[in-house]
């Protein structure tokens, strides 16, 4: 079986779908705006898209499309590797959401928006993985009666919990340094509450337009660490190593590092948003209202009061909460199930102009 991928090459998340395709035997091709390189065969450099070259690059999708000759095209982001997928025709065609696609560009501009509906509307399949991301996507099209809940899901062979022998307070980021991940609140709080606090560490993996600005924003004598980006068993390890874990971005589909997080049994430091409450409750983990630099200094201060066996206590019972429902095995086989049960459905032509209004 083959399966055409549109989405960023260079983005983890893709790299994880194509890599689970092909372990379970599917010959994966992928179209990109950021790979860079083309590979035949593998991977095929769409450059970035512009209102200029937007009907080349259709063009462009179809020939590839038609020469590869896949059984499933898939798409991921509705907004722009959707669109251009969405005009394949002849193949069973899934997107998944992202939660940024629908929640804030389809919200921000009317033209995405018209790209959203026309690839909800062409999708023979929608994945997305909470239930908000699913509601709002139904505002932009009706898909209840051709989507599923699928999240990334994790690795337990690299995930899972040891218990923590560090007497150090280890609180970590590693959402990348973007504004809409609040990397800077996160900052900032730690050294207001933890300036002269010897026994507690700041540590921020990933990279990002605003790691120079953090950089420039971690003087001082509180103890905060950038470690740059890291593969999954790195990662793994930075976590169980870890006391807290702190996600708190404005707005979010369901990430994994919350899934990771828990996977680990770590107590987490979270924004007060739909989809988080989907998966943890107040007796364990710390809710703050997106954006407030007081809600985190509140959530670190109840951090610094706690003991390291109450934070453990709190992260496993998050972790024995979830625990069935956190493998990436059982995610993508049923991604596996559903796409073996899609069939070409064309939707009705005469439909087509008014989405696109």
Same mark, same amino acid.
């Given at each position: 079986?083959k399966?055409? *991928?549109?989405?960023d090459?260079d983005?983890?998340?893709?790299?994880?779908?194509?890599?689970?395709?092909?372990?379970? !035997?599917?010959?994966?091709?992928?179209?990109?705006?950021?790979?860079?390189?083309? *590979?035949?065969?593998?991977? #095929?450099?769409?450059? +970035?898209?512009?209102?200029w070259?937007?009907?080349?690059?259709?063009?462009?999708?179809r020939?590839?499309?038609?020469?590869?000759? &896949?059984?499933?095209?898939?798409?991921?982001?509705a907004?722009?590797?959707?669109?251009?997928g969405s005009?394949?025709?002849?193949?069973?065609?899934?997107?998944s959401?992202?939660g940024?696609?629908i929640?804030?560009?389809?919200?921000?501009?009317?033209?995405?928006?018209?790209?959203?509906?026309?690839?909800?509307?062409k999708?023979?399949? %929608?994945?997305?993985?909470?239930?908000e991301?699913?509601?709002?996507?139904?505002?932009?099209? &009706?898909?209840?009666?051709?989507?599923?809940? %699928?999240?990334?899901?994790?690795?337990?062979?690299?995930?899972? &919990?040891?218990?923590?022998?560090?007497? +150090? $307070?280890?609180?970590?980021?590693?959402r990348?340094?973007?504004p809409?991940?609040?990397?800077?609140?996160i900052?900032?709080?730690?050294? +207001?509450?933890? /300036?002269?606090?010897?026994?507690?560490?700041? $540590?921020l993996?990933?990279?990002?337009s605003?790691?120079?600005?953090?950089?420039?924003m971690a !003087?001082?004598?509180?103890?905060?660490?950038?470690?740059?980006?890291?593969?999954?068993?790195?990662?793994?390890?930075?976590?169980?190593?870890?006391?807290?874990v702190?996600?708190?971005?404005?707005?979010?589909?369901?990430?994994?590092?919350?899934?990771?997080?828990?996977?680990?049994? +770590?107590?987490?430091?979270?924004?007060?948003?739909?989809?988080?409450h989907?998966?943890?409750?107040?007796?364990? #983990?710390?809710?703050?209202?997106?954006?407030?630099g007081?809600?985190? /200094?509140? #959530?670190? $201060?109840?951090?610094?009061?706690?003991?390291?066996?109450?934070?453990e206590?709190?992260?496993?019972a998050?972790f024995?909460?979830?625990?069935?429902?956190?493998?990436?095995?059982?995610?993508?086989?049923? *991604?596996?199930?559903?796409?073996?049960?899609?069939? %070409?459905?064309?939707?009705?032509?005469q439909?087509e102009?008014?989405?696109?209004?």
């Amino acid at each position: 079986m083959k399966l055409l *991928v549109l989405g960023d090459y260079d983005s983890p998340h893709v790299k994880r779908w194509i890599t689970e395709m092909e372990a379970r !035997g599917w010959v994966v091709q992928c179209l990109s705006f950021t790979s860079g390189i083309d *590979v035949p065969g593998r991977i #095929a450099h769409l450059g +970035k898209i512009r209102a200029w070259n937007l009907l080349f690059q259709i063009l462009r999708v179809r020939r590839l499309s038609r020469e590869f000759g &896949p059984d499933i095209v898939h798409a991921h982001y509705a907004t722009s590797y959707g669109f251009l997928g969405s005009f394949i025709c002849g193949v069973p065609f899934v997107v998944s959401l992202w939660g940024s696609d629908i929640l804030v560009s389809a919200k921000q501009s009317s033209l995405l928006r018209r790209f959203a509906r026309r690839t909800l509307w062409k999708a023979n399949h %929608v994945f997305a993985d909470s239930d908000e991301l699913l509601e709002e996507a139904e505002k932009v099209f &009706p898909i209840r009666d051709k989507s599923t809940k %699928v999240h990334w899901g994790v690795d337990h062979r690299f995930f899972y &919990p040891i218990p923590r022998t560090a007497r +150090k $307070l280890r609180i970590l980021s590693f959402r990348n340094h973007y504004p809409v991940y609040n990397v800077d609140l996160i900052l900032g709080a730690f050294r +207001k509450v933890f /300036e002269n606090h010897e026994e507690a560490e700041l $540590l921020l993996a990933g990279v990002g337009s605003m790691t120079g600005e953090l950089r420039g924003m971690a !003087g001082g004598p509180a103890d905060i660490r950038f470690l740059g980006r890291l593969q999954e068993p790195d990662l793994a390890r930075l976590i169980q190593e870890c006391d807290v874990v702190v996600t708190v971005p404005s707005t979010d589909g369901l990430s994994s590092s919350l899934l990771e997080a828990m996977a680990c049994g +770590k107590y987490v430091i979270c924004s007060d948003i739909p989809v988080y409450h989907e998966w943890l409750k107040r007796e364990y #983990a710390s809710f703050v209202a997106p954006g407030s630099g007081s809600a985190l /200094e509140a #959530a670190f $201060l109840f951090v610094k009061k706690c003991s390291a066996e109450q934070l453990e206590k709190m992260g496993r019972a998050a972790f024995e909460a979830n625990q069935s429902r956190l493998g990436r095995e059982e995610q993508f086989d049923r *991604v596996v199930r559903i796409y073996g049960n899609l069939k %070409v459905v064309e939707p009705s032509p005469q439909r087509e102009k008014t989405i696109m209004l």
